[in-house]
């Protein structure tokens, strides 16, 4: 910093106050006569300032003696003439210094009380505008004109040319001082006033920007090394080459003031900055310092020329410079600083990741452990340097795991790693320790590293006084160690182990607030995982005896689950209950415990218990899911066993709770199924109750259909009949099922009485546009049978002839019609469709046989008429066999056999029993018990 | 020998003592049998040697084992084994009124309830006391529903005719034991004998290999594929039974029937007529009236 507030120093003095500085420098350093010094403050103003010190004043004070002075010299002007003109000559040039120096120390004194009056008047305590003295030095112009006439050639006289000069600068007539100089250069080269005289005519050249003559004036100073004027005349060369632009020459200029190391020597290195900056490129004028060759302070100039380029905004010209200076000096002690700016200039350019990698490289190459610390401070350290290095490892490691965290770059995590680390090794007594130890831990833990995340955090916790951000650290620990054990696939517990390490080490401040119990719940967990259940309740049982135990109770009992102990799981939830005395606390999770426990019970055959247990599993929550299902698989095992009227009083309570629940339809259905065979009257009631309460219109009338088959089946006929007709009401399918149903209807009601109904049912089914011909041969086969029986019951009475008559019809219709159905060709239907016609058939040979005998007959000619009958009757015998053989024949042909076959057969065996009754009864076959074995004594002496 | 005689003489004495109602309410153990004097204990181990002998000899020497039991009783009478296992050698020789009495006391001495009431009940059906039966099989399902158990209580119903309760209890014997052969076979009779025949077809087919070993069981279920149509498949049955069974008559007779009767093949129906009587088939003139009608038939058919 030091360095740049001097650059900028000097920059600023060579800008504005330049002449200033030059005679300031002169002023301090140069041993001059006074006449020259004289000279100097009247031909400058600025000269003018130096000498209105007030140390100057005091010693001319005496304003007496500056007057006599005066007056001596005008005094010798008018009688030294008659001395010999060398001596004169000599003698005058001494009094006129003295006289000019009087001379204007009198004039300082008039000004002064000229300010004081005038400040007066401006203040209005002076009527009168006080007059502006004025230096008047016409008696010297005038006399020294006519002096230099006269002793020009004598020895001296350039000394009179150089008074005459000066009072003609001073008096205002500069041209004619001016020509006076240039004179004296003329005639006198050999003038101890020449490389002074040229120097000052070099400055006014320069002044009045005739660069030109300056750089003449100031070429004839620069010959002469010795001259006290030498290092400002080839300074001020470099300023008149700068002015011309020619900034390489300036350089060199201001390079060769610059290696006389003298008073000049910082504005010579400034100005040779200046004059760099001017080149076309930055690497030009790096090259061209390459070329002169590397001086002491050439470091010093690039650092200068790289600050005076950055002020500019020339920042990408500033960095070549900066960079220049690393490739040239890489042992520069300015390197860190350069860098840093460097950094600093890519920032402002917006190349951020430029400015990242210049900081991450300064920090790797200038820290302490470094070979550049170690040269340039070799057993030792530099605080600025430290500063900016650790300053820098601290903030570029930051904005790496910033940056890496946003997105998601691990390799910009890793280098903050490696800068956290630099650091703590850099700097182990730093104030940031504790931080950067905390940042390279978390560090670790975004990238994963969690073994060495684990190891930083616990480190960390130890630097941290504090109770809570050390509970806080410990805590991230923990976190790391947790996550190791998860993503263990061996040897799970080394991270336990850990763990439970940490939370000894750090027990008192994770007591301070929930956190202990919340990492015993992990910890308990992880023991669990890695099949350490008793290590899991160790921790849990401590748990239990805290604040908050419910949460231990819950764990514990999932323990007790996972081991398949659903006993002491349930207790635990009980437990749990207990102390929340809520006593809807956890009811699902003990409602589906006991639901396993159930499950167990019944799996190993304890089925009292089971139910038990289940009922339980209801009761603890009864609205649930599981609720349901235990209610559901009570029902299963009420099936099996068969105890129907527990299954129906439990699905009237799953109506009840669950009214949208399937659960019901399919435990009814179930069990009607079961029942189907052994029972079938309580599983037509199940799956009618099913039919009742199934959500789905189709299943329910199924449902209805397979009640009403089974109730028809098992002469349930009114159930039956309901059923059926609810089935046609809601039944908006029909056809074949629809068929079936409507003839089953008709069979029912003509079997209980309800003829009329059941012929219209069967009618409606006859009517049916798209009726199957199968149901519809059966209806009519049925609708025949019916008025076969009215046939059956017509008896042939007197008058034998009518009622003969009128049977004789009937049964031609009937096997009208019987042959009617045969026509329809549904091969069932033809056995028994023969068999009936067989049968009217026999009716009417039995009718014949048993009619009603006149009643005034003889006893002989009842037994004549009762021949008479038999003979009539016989045909009619023959066909019946005839008829049942068909059916027989038909059956046989169309590998039909059915119950109207063996009645053919069993009439047959009637009618013919010589052909057709066999025996095919074999001996009474009965069941098979099973004997009691003997029993053994052995295991109970 | 004598010795022998004296111990039947006892227990004759003591079982005529006890009655079956008796037995079912003394559920406490019999003072006098209880109190038996020490005298007649025997060492345990020759008690526990004889008992072993007994029971090698209950199935080849029924007899021989009903002596070491008897000599046992008296050895160690208050051993409710000896009196069980003396009852089951009854019920093998048939001898239900002795297998009662013995029963009857291994209950008296304090024998398992479960397995005591069953095989007391098996002894009554045994004896055709089928109600007695029952009660007792209900009594030992009251303890425990042991497969046995279930199967000859349904037995009992169904032979008195209780259908449903018979259904009831297979039912529940087949819970126990889904695939147990005798559960269908037994079932498949009940619903044969209920004309429920399509039943009845299924029962035996799930107990075919039982069916097929039992020529009893072959008939059966010959005769209820026949009642059901199936003659081909009766006969394919019939046909195996013949096979496996040569000498049974009735096999031929039935295939006889179903070839003149079912399927009109008079020639099939007269060989296996014949084949009948060459057995040595008891029906003699019946079946040599069929075989007549069968030629006729078959002279008739041309």
């Known amino acids: 910093m030091r360095v740049e507030i001097n650059i900028k120093n000097n920059l600023e003095r060579e800008k504005d106050t330049r002449p200033a500085a030059l005679y300031r420098s002169l002023s301090r350093n140069i041993l001059i006569p006074a006449a020259v010094c004289l000279l100097f403050s009247a031909l400058l103003p600025s000269c003018k300032t130096v000498e209105k010190s007030s140390s100057i004043i005091t010693k001319t004070a005496d304003e007496e003696r500056l007057l006599m002075k005066v007056k001596e010299w005008e005094e010798y002007l008018n009688t030294g003439k008659s001395e010999a003109p060398d001596s004169f000559i000599a003698t005058l040039s001494r009094i006129t210094d003295e006289y000019l120096g009087a001379r204007e120390l009198l004039f300082k004194k008039e000004m002064e009380n000229y300010e004081r009056q005038m400040s007066l008047f401006q203040k209005g305590e002076l009527k009168k505008e006080p007059k502006e003295p004025r230096q008047d030095y016409s008696v010297l112009i005038s006399h020294f004109k006519i002096l230099i006439e006269q002793y020009r050639y004598r020895n001296g006289a350039d000394a009179i040319y150089y008074a005459l000069a000066y009072a003609l600068y001073e008096q205002g007539e500069r041209d004619k001082a001016i020509e006076v100089f240039e004179h004296l250069l003329r005639n006198y080269p050999k003038s101890n006033y020449f490389l002074e005289v040229s120097f000052r005519l070099g400055e006014f050249y320069f002044e009045t920007g005739q660069m030109p003559e300056a750089m003449g004036a100031y070429s004839r100073v620069s010959t002469t090394p010795q001259s006290v004027f030498y290092e400002k005349a080839v300074y001020k060369l470099g300023w008149v080459y700068y002015k011309l632009d020619d900034f390489k020459k300036a350089v060199d200029a201001f390079m060769t003031a610059a290696d006389m190391e003298r008073g000049l020597g910082e504005e010579a290195v400034s100005s040779v900055v200046m004059s760099l900056s001017r080149f076309g490129t930055m690497e030009e004028a790096i090259q061209h310092l390459r070329n002169k060759g590397i001086r002491k302070y050439t470091p010093l100039v690039l650092a200068m020329l790289g600050d005076r380029l950055a002020e500019e905004t020339r920042y990408e010209a500033a960095i070549i410079v900066y960079m220049g200076i690393q490739e040239l000096f890489p042992d520069s002690p300015l390197l860190p600083f350069i860098s840093e700016k460097t950094a600093e200039l890519y920032e402002r350019i917006g190349n951020e990741e430029k400015s990242l990698t210049t900081r991450w490289e300064l920090m790797r190459n200038y820290s302490p452990k470094t070979s550049w610390y170690a040269k340039n401070y070799p057993g030792g350290s530099e605080a600025s340097v430290d500063n900016l290095v650790s300053r820098t490892m601290v903030s570029i490691s930051k904005k790496y795991h910033i940056k890496g965290k946003n997105n998601g770059n691990t390799e910009d995590i890793a280098r903050a790693i490696d800068g956290y680390r630099i650091f703590l090794a850099s700097y182990p007594k730093s104030t940031e320790l504790k931080e950067i130890n905390l940042l390279l831990a978390e560090a670790l833990f975004d990238t994963k590293n969690y073994r060495e995340a684990a190891s930083a955090y616990e480190k960390t916790g130890r630097l941290y006084p504090e109770e809570q951000q050390r509970a806080d650290i410990a805590y991230s620990a923990f976190l790391a160690y947790e996550i190791m054990f998860y993503q263990a696939v061996e040897d799970k517990m080394e991270s336990v182990k850990s763990i439970e390490n940490l939370l000894e080490a750090y027990k008192a401040d994770f007591s301070k607030d929930d956190r202990l119990d919340k990492m015993l719940y992990k910890v308990a967990d992880m023991y669990s995982q890695s099949g350490s259940s008793d290590k899991a309740k160790e921790k849990l049982t401590l748990l239990m005896k805290g604040k908050n135990p419910q949460p231990a109770y819950e764990k514990i009992a999932e323990l007790y689950i996972k081991e398949g102990n659903l006993k002491s799981a349930e207790d635990a939830y009980l437990k749990l209950r207990d102390i929340s005395k809520d006593q809807n606390s956890k009811k699902g999770e003990l409602a589906g415990l006991r639901y396993k426990i159930a499950e167990e019970y019944l799996k190993a055959g304890k089925e009292k218990d089971g139910i038990s247990k289940l009922e339980q599993a209801y009761n603890t929550d009864p609205g649930s899911r599981t609720g349901e299902a235990a209610l559901i698989k009570l029902g299963s095992i009420y099936i099996r066993n068969r105890d129907m009227s527990n299954l129906e009083n439990l699905v009237n309570l799953i109506i009840r709770n669950y009214p949208g629940s399937e659960g019901s339809v399919s435990l009814l259905v179930e069990g009607g199924k079961k029942l189907e065979k052994e029972d079938p009257l309580t599983a037509a009631r199940l799956y009618e109750s099913a039919s009742a309460v199934s959500p789905h219109t189709k299943d329910a009338i199924k449902l209805l259909r397979a009640a009403g088959m089974l109730y028809e089946d098992n002469s349930a006929d009114a159930k039956a009949e309901l059923l059926f007709k609810k089935y046609l009401q809601e039944n908006m399918e029909t056809g074949d099922s629809e068929a079936e149903i409507r003839y089953r209807l008709g069979i029912i009601q003509i079997n209980m009485g309800k003829k009329n109904e059941g012929r219209e049912t069967l009618s409606a089914l006859l009517e049916g546009k798209e009726a199957d011909e199968r149901f519809s041969a059966m209806a009519r086969l049925l609708i025949i049978k019916e008025k076969q029986l009215a046939y059956y019951e017509l008896k042939l009475t007197q008058p034998f002839e009518e009622t003969l008559k009128q049977k004789t019809q009937q049964l031609e219709s009937l096997l009208n019609d019987y042959s009617q159905i045969a026509e329809y060709k549904i091969p069932e239907l033809l056995p028994e469709t023969f068999f009936q016609m067989g049968m009217a058939i026999e009716n009417f040979r039995d009718s014949i046989i048993n009619s009603e005998r006149p009643g005034d007959m003889s006893k002989e000619e009842v037994e004549e008429y009762t021949l008479l009958l038999e003979e009539k009757a016989y045909p009619y015998d023959e066909q019946a066999v005839k008829t049942y053989e068909k059916s027989l024949t038909v059956s046989r042909k169309q590998q039909i056999y059915n119950e109207w076959v063996e009645k053919s057969i069993g009439r047959l065996a009637g009618l013919r029993p010589a052909l057709y009754k066999r025996e095919f009864e074999s001996r009474d076959v009965e069941p098979l018990f099973i004997y009691p074995e003997p029993v053994s004594m052995e295991s109970n002496l | ?302």
């Open chain 2, 1 to 302: 020998m004598r010795f022998r005689i004296t111990l039947f003489i006892i227990l004759l004495v003591y079982g005529c003592a006890g009655t079956y109602k008796n037995a079912l309410k003394a559920d406490k153990p019999d003072q006098k049998t209880a109190a038996a004097p020490l005298s007649l204990k025997a060492d345990d181990k020759k008690i526990a040697a004889m008992f072993n002998n007994g029971l090698k000899n209950i199935k080849d020497d029924p007899q021989a084992a009903l002596a070491i039991y008897k000599d046992l009783a008296i050895l160690a009478p208050d051993r409710w084994e000896i009196y069980y296992n003396t009852a089951v050698i009854y019920i093998k020789l048939n001898e239900m009124k002795n297998a009662e009495e013995e029963m009857l006391r291994a209950i008296r001495r304090r024998a398992p309830q479960a397995e005591a009431y069953s095989a007391l009940g098996t002894v009554y059906a045994g004896m055709g006391s089928n109600a007695k039966a029952a009660e007792a099989f209900e009594r030992a399902l009251n303890h425990s529903k042991s497969l046995n158990t279930l199967i000859n209580v349904a037995n009992v119903y169904q032979t008195m005719g209780q259908n449903e309760k018979a259904v009831k209890y297979y039912r529940q014997a087949e819970s126990l034991e889904p695939e147990n052969q005798i559960i269908h076979y037994n079932m498949g009779i009940l619903f044969y004998k209920m004309g429920r025949l399509k039943r009845a077809h299924e029962e035996f087919s799930k107990a075919a290999d039982y069916v097929k070993a039992n020529i009893k069981a072959s008939h059966s279920l010959a005769q209820t594929l026949l009642k059901l149509g199936e003659y081909e498949a009766a006969l394919n049955i019939l046909k195996e039974a013949a096979g496996k069974y040569p000498d049974d008559q009735d096999t031929y007779k039935y295939m006889g029937i179903i070839y003149e009767i079912y399927m009109d093949d008079m020639e099939n129906a007269a060989l296996n007529y014949n084949t009948y009587l060459s057995k040595g088939g008891s029906k003699v003139k019946d079946v040599e009236i069929w075989i007549d009608i069968v030629k006729t038939k078959t002279q008739l058919n041309g």
